[in-house]
């Protein structure tokens, strides 16, 4: 069987397109690589963190709960804070002396600058001493034990 030349014109003309459709195929799958990896390192730091994302309802409690206040850090909501340590969000506010409607969503870092604008850490302060006394006032539950790092 002879190869016509318009048959050889038409597999010339294919290759590029083949070679381009491999190439983004490729590129498509680093970024696919890529993405995941970084989904599942956030992912772990936040599970790390013993705040629980994904919880079936809101007032689910962790298995576990952090014991050491040296873990709060400025971008937690008094939300987290409160799940993360098995303190009531109320006593939370209540200690710093604020509304929860206006501000359940705000960081730490923003309710200190909207308490005490000067005093850096005033926030978190407040509350590892309000968790410590709560702490020691409440005993944890039997279900929940203590997280240490």
Request: aromatic share 6%; charged share 25%.
């Given at each position: 069987?002879?190869e016509?030349?318009?048959?050889s014109?038409?597999?010339?003309?294919?290759?590029?397109?083949?070679?381009w459709i491999i190439?983004?195929?490729?590129?498509?799958a680093?970024?696919?690589?890529?993405f995941?990896?970084?989904?599942?390192?956030?992912?772990?730091?936040?599970?790390?963190?013993?705040?629980?994302?994904?919880?079936l309802?809101?007032?689910?409690?962790?298995?576990?709960?952090?014991?050491d206040?040296?873990?709060l850090?400025?971008w937690?909501?008094?939300?987290?804070?409160?799940?993360?340590?098995a303190?009531?969000?109320?006593y939370?506010?209540?200690?710093?002396?604020?509304?929860?409607?206006?501000?359940?969503?705000?960081?730490?870092?923003?309710?200190?600058?909207?308490?005490?604008?000067?005093?850096k850490g005033?926030?978190?302060?407040?509350?590892k001493?309000?968790?410590?006394?709560?702490?020691?006032?409440?005993?944890?539950?039997?279900?929940a034990?203590?997280?240490?790092?």
């Amino acid at each position: 069987m002879e190869e016509k030349p318009e048959d050889s014109i038409v597999l010339k003309s294919r290759e590029p397109t083949r070679i381009w459709i491999i190439i983004l195929l490729a590129i498509g799958a680093g970024m696919v690589i890529l993405f995941g990896l970084r989904s599942l390192h956030s992912y772990r730091r936040i599970h790390e963190a013993g705040v629980r994302p994904f919880a079936l309802h809101p007032d689910r409690r962790s298995p576990h709960v952090a014991t050491d206040v040296e873990e709060l850090r400025p971008w937690m909501t008094v939300p987290q804070v409160a799940k993360m340590y098995a303190v009531p969000e109320d006593y939370l506010f209540q200690v710093l002396n604020i509304s929860p409607a206006e501000n359940r969503h705000k960081s730490l870092q923003i309710i200190n600058r909207e308490i005490k604008p000067g005093v850096k850490g005033y926030v978190i302060e407040k509350l590892k001493q309000a968790i410590l006394q709560f702490q020691r006032e409440h005993s944890l539950p039997e279900h929940a034990p203590a997280i240490t790092p």
